[in-house]
């Protein structure tokens, strides 16, 4: 499995250590859905957000964690988290460590220095966080989908919201996120994730009409583009190549984009 990984690694060699070691996240959360897809217990999880926008309908750019509903309340975490790391162990040779916090199943495994990602004193380790919700009470009126995946080999049927509620969902998180990075030194280096807006940007280009039975208190179409308008006229340039520059491959694009982005939206929120 390291050797299909290092393959990988060797056809984008000469990109940033940060995007490359998302790009390896990105093939481990292939072989995790293969796993959660193809089991009794976790087929009823609803795969939503920027990961399922990239693995189901083409998302460019990566993503870092797994997000799921588990609106029939059923799974369990710890086994969720001995299950994960048996099929990691037997099925790929890949050692792997577990850790749950709160709502999310924490995936360590030990791999960047053999692939050439970290050196000591650095960590080894490579993070995947799958995160499980059971209240879905904010969304009662939605609709899902089974998706066909074929990536790395791995053939699975995915279950995942309908678009209108993926990008509801992503909706709450431009209106409510509240989030910041600062560096060793203290200072802000950014203030939103550039994620967001560029997901929002992608819905937006499609022509998609959110499910607006997923917003609270947004009565309709005029109000929530208003509210968007107020958050996008927000964002900065700065922090939205910070996010963007480990999500995506073409650094030229991400400066450009970086600095067009509200404008972009702004066109389209106004049009």
Sequence with gaps: ????????????????????????????????????????????????GGSALKHCH?????????????????VSLPALASDLKDYFSARHGLKVETKIQKFCVLLKFP?????????????????????????????REYKTEIIPLFEHGESVLVKTFDLPTLMATKIRAVLNRRWAKTGRKGEMLATVKGRDYFDLMWYLQKGIEPNIACLENIPDRKELYSRLISAVKKIDAASIKYDLDALIADRDYVDNLSGNLKQILLSRLKG
């Design 1 to 48: 499995m390291l050797e299909d990984i290092k393959n990988l690694l060797a056809e984008n060699s000469g990109l940033s250590g940060v995007f490359l070691r998302n790009l390896v996240k990105e093939y481990l959360q292939t072989l995790a859905l293969s796993f959660l897809y193809s089991r009794k217990e976790y087929s009823g999880l609803i795969f939503y």
């Design 58 to 74: 083409g998302l460019p750019r990566l993503s870092e964690d797994l997000d799921f509903v588990d609106a029939r309340g059923e």
């Design 111 to 139: 791999v960047l220095f053999d692939l050439g990602l970290a050196v000591r004193p650095e960590s080894d380790l490579l993070f995947l966080k799958l995160e499980v919700y059971k209240d879905i009470s904010f969304c």
